[in-house]
C-alpha cells in the first residue's frame, strides 16, 4: 500500500522504499526527485533557489495532483507521473514504464557503493522534435531519434536540457556520467552512477520554456560591448612581439580589433598560470599598448598542473587536485616546456572552493594584477586521457557522479575570483559547459573541429542547439581548428562564407592551426590566420565583413540585453519567434538574430544561390536588394561570395548593406 500526502504545495509519495517527491520550482515549473528511503538536499546539481508560487496540490481516491501556473502533474495510483497543460488539458510528457511488471518507469539498481544506476523513462510521441542538450557534432537540429551520451569532451559538450515541440522543457538536474536515449518507443535518460532521480519541467512556448530555464538557474550577465567586436587568434603567437606586431598591423589597416590571444605554451611550465619571460619579457607593457589601442588581450589558462609546475607539491599535497580512485593521480599524457617527452599531468579539482581560490590567486597574482582581464578555459571539459571518468575523484563525489559539473565550476571560479575584484564584465571563452554555466559568464566554443565544409555545416546546428540549451554567448573558430590552408582557393572560399556567418553569431572570433601545422609541443605556432592571410579577393570580402558587423553591432548588444534579462538567446530557430509556423520547426540551416534579422549562411562550395523560407506572420526584406516578400513561402536568394543572405523583418531597421546600397 503505497501512502501519497500534501506537504505545503508539494506531493510526497511513498511506495516501499521509494520517495517521489514533485513540488513547484518557479512559475508553470515542477522539480521532480525520486529516492530509496528518503531525498537528499545535498547533492550538487544546477537548479538555484526557487522563486514561490501559488502552486496547489491535493490528494483524492490515491491520486495526487499539483498544479503550477500553466503545469499540472498528476500522479496516479502505480506511482506514475504525468504532465498536462492546464490551460487545454494537452498532455506534454508522461512517464511510462518499461515492462507491465518490472522495471517501472524509474529503475534505481544498487552499484553497492551507496550509489544506483539510475533510469527515468518518458512515454514516445512520434510527432515531437527535441532540441537542446548542448552541443553536439553529429550534424542535427531536431534530436529526435538519437543517442546522447551524457559526458563531456572535445566539442562534444552536455548540457542536459531539452526544449520539446510539445510544450515543454525539461532539465536532467544531474552532473553524472550516462547517456539519454530519444528513441521512437520513448526517451530514457540514464546516470550510470547516482544518488537520486531529479529532473524540472517547465511548460510553454520555446521562448517561455528558456525564459524559465534561465530563472531556474541563472540568468547570463550582461555582456561587455568590447565583447561583441572582432576577436583575432591563431594557433600560435609564440612571443610577445609577435603578438603586438599582429595588433599594430590591425590597427594600421584601418580595421576592428576588440580581442587578441595568447594561446597555450605561453607559460614556464603548465599549472604555474604565468608568462615565459624569455618570450614575454613585459607582459605588462604589452597590456599597457594594447589598451591604448582599444584592444583586450585574452590568455589561455588551463586547468591542467604538470609535475614540473611550481604549483604542484602544494596542491597535492593540500589535496587540490583530482584523485584517482587506482592508479597515481594523473589524468592526460602532455608536452611541456623543459621535458623531451609527454609526460602524465593533473587536473586540478574545481569542485573544491579551496582548489578553486588558489588557482585564481595565482592567475590573479601572475595575470589579473598586469592587467589582462579576458579569460581563455581551454581543454576544461576536463580533457582526461584515457577517457576513464569512473577512476577520478572529486572533492564534490565520485567522478561518475559529478564529472559533468567540471566546467561549469571552473567558471565559476574565475566569475567569483574577477567579482571579488570588484569587475563587472565578465567573459570567459570555455571549451565545455554544463546545465547553468551561463550565469557564471562562460561562452562556448565549439572546440577543435575540422576545416571543412561539412563542418560549417554541422556548427550552424550546434550553434542553435547551444542556444536551446540556455547558454546565449557562442562561438566557432572561424575558419575551423584542424588545417585549411590560406594559400588554396577552394579554402579561402570556405574562409568567405564562414566569416559571414560568424558575422552573425553572438561571439565573432577567427582561430585555427592552419597549415602548414607542426607537431604538438612548446615549440608549434601554425599557419598564418590573420585577415590578411587568405588572399586578395578574400581579404576584401573578409575585410567588408568586419565592417558589417561593425554596422550590427548596436543591433546586436540591443539582443545581449535582452538575453541577460529574459534568458531567449540573441541568435536562435525560427520556431522561437514563430512556433505557430509548423515549417519553421523544420528549418535547420537558418536562424534569426533577435526577432529581425533572418540569416541563411551559404555551406556548400561554389554556390552562388540558396533557397530561404521566410516565416508565416511576416513581411521580410531583401537586406541586400530591397526586395519585399510575404512570409509563409520559400524564395531564391542570389549569394554571389560577397554576400550571405539575410531578410529583415517588415518594419526593422538594422544596416546589413552598407551606407548608399540598394537594399538601404
Excluded at 591563431?234 to 603586438?244: D, N
Amino acid at each position: 500500500m503505497s501512502d501519497i500526502h500534501v506537504d505545503g504545495g508539494a506531493l510526497v509519495r511513498r511506495d516501499g522504499h521509494e520517495v517521489l517527491r514533485i513540488e513547484p520550482w518557479g512559475p508553470d515549473s515542477l522539480r521532480v526527485r525520486a529516492g530509496l528511503h528518503r531525498l537528499r538536499d545535498d547533492l550538487p546539481g544546477a537548479l538555484t533557489e526557487p522563486v514561490p508560487s501559488s502552486a496547489r496540490a491535493r490528494v483524492a481516491d490515491g491520486t495526487g495532483v499539483v498544479v503550477n501556473g500553466d503545469l499540472r502533474a498528476v500522479v496516479d495510483d502505480r506511482g506514475l507521473l504525468r504532465f498536462e497543460r492546464v490551460s487545454d488539458g494537452v498532455e506534454l510528457l508522461a512517464e511510462e514504464r518499461a515492462h507491465f511488471w518490472w522495471p517501472g518507469s524509474r529503475l534505481l539498481l544498487a552499484n553497492g557503493d551507496g550509489s544506483h544506476r539510475l533510469e527515468q523513462r518518458f512515454r514516445g510521441y512520434s510527432d515531437e522534435r527535441l532540441y537542446g542538450l548542448g552541443q553536439h557534432t553529429h550534424g542535427r537540429l531536431d534530436q529526435k531519434g538519437l543517442v546522447i551520451d551524457l559526458e563531456q569532451r572535445n566539442a562534444e559538450v552536455n548540457v542536459p536540457f531539452l526544449v520539446s515541440s510539445r510544450g515543454y522543457g525539461l532539465l536532467w538536474n544531474n552532473p553524472a556520467i550516462g547517456r539519454v536515449e530519444l528513441a521512437g518507443n520513448g526517451t530514457r535518460w540514464v546516470a550510470d552512477s547516482a544518488r537520486q532521480i531529479d529532473y524540472w519541467v517547465t511548460a510553454g512556448a520555446p521562448a517561455a520554456v528558456l525564459g524559465r530555464y534561465a530563472d531556474a538557474t541563472g540568468h547570463a550577465p550582461p555582456l561587455p560591448e568590447w565583447a561583441s567586436g572582432f576577436w583575432q587568434s591563431k594557433l600560435r603567437y609564440r612571443t610577445q612581439e609577435e603578438l603586438l606586431e599582429v595588433a599594430r598591423e590591425y590597427r594600421r589597416r584601418g580595421l576592428p580589433l576588440s580581442v587578441i590571444v595568447a594561446d597555450f605554451f605561453h607559460w614556464t611550465a603548465l599549472g604555474d598560470w604565468r608568462f615565459d619571460p624569455a618570450e614575454w619579457p613585459d607582459p605588462a607593457a604589452m597590456v599597457r599598448e594594447l589598451d591604448e589601442m582599444g584592444v583586450k588581450l585574452m590568455v589561455s589558462v588551463w586547468p591542467s598542473v604538470s609535475p614540473l609546475s611550481e604549483n604542484y607539491r602544494e596542491m597535492s599535497e593540500r589535496g587540490l587536485l583530482v584523485g584517482t580512485r587506482q592508479g597515481l593521480p594523473f589524468h592526460a599524457p602532455w608536452d611541456d616546456k623543459g621535458f623531451p617527452a609527454e609526460l602524465p599531468v593533473a587536473f586540478y579539482d574545481p569542485t573544491n572552493p579551496e582548489a578553486r581560490r588558489f588557482v585564481w590567486e595565482a592567475v590573479k597574482r601572475n595575470y589579473y594584477d598586469i592587467g589582462v582581464r579576458v579569460w581563455w578555459l581551454d581543454a576544461c571539459e576536463p580533457e582526461i586521457r584515457p577517457g576513464h571518468p569512473g577512476n577520478l575523484d572529486y572533492h564534490a563525489g565520485p567522478g561518475l557522479e559529478v564529472g559533468c559539473s567540471y566546467p561549469v565550476e571552473h567558471a565559476r571560479g574565475f566569475y567569483e575570483g574577477m567579482r571579488a575584484e570588484g569587475e563587472t564584465e565578465i567573459v570567459s571563452l570555455c571549451r565545455s559547459a554544463w546545465a547553468g554555466s551561463q550565469r557564471w559568464g562562460a561562452a562556448l566554443w565549439s572546440g577543435d573541429i575540422p576545416a571543412t565544409w561539412e563542418s560549417l555545416a554541422t556548427q550552424l546546428r550546434a550553434g542553435l542547439n547551444v542556444a536551446m540549451s540556455g547558454i546565449p554567448w557562442w562561438t566557432t573558430d572561424i575558419g575551423g581548428f584542424h588545417g585549411g590552408d590560406a594559400g588554396d582557393p577552394g579554402y579561402r572560399e570556405l574562409v568567405v562564407r564562414w566569416f559571414q556567418y560568424g558575422a552573425f553569431c553572438p561571439l565573432f572570433r577567427l582561430h585555427g592551426d592552419r597549415a602548414p601545422r607542426t607537431p604538438l609541443g612548446a615549440q608549434m605556432t601554425g599557419g598564418p590566420n590573420e585577415v590578411w592571410s587568405f588572399g586578395e579577393e578574400a581579404y576584401g570580402h573578409i575585410t567588408e565583413v568586419l565592417r558589417l558587423r561593425e554596422r550590427i553591432r548596436p543591433y546586436l548588444m540591443e539582443q545581449m540585453r535582452a538575453a541577460h534579462e529574459t534568458g531567449v538567446p540573441p541568435m536562435r530557430p525560427l520556431f522561437v519567434d514563430f512556433p505557430s509556423d509548423g515549417r519553421s520547426w523544420q528549418v535547420e540551416d537558418q536562424f534569426l538574430l533577435g526577432p529581425d534579422v533572418l540569416v541563411a549562411p551559404v555551406v556548400t562550395p561554389e554556390t552562388r544561390a540558396r533557397s530561404v523560407y521566410l516565416p508565416e506572420g511576416a513581411e521580410w526584406t531583401d537586406a541586400w536588394t530591397g526586395t519585399v516578400h510575404a512570409g509563409g513561402g520559400t524564395v531564391v536568394a542570389e549569394a554571389p561570395l560577397a554576400r550571405i543572405p539575410v531578410f529583415l523583418r517588415a518594419g526593422a531597421d538594422v544596416p546589413i548593406a552598407p551606407p548608399g546600397a540598394a537594399g538601404r
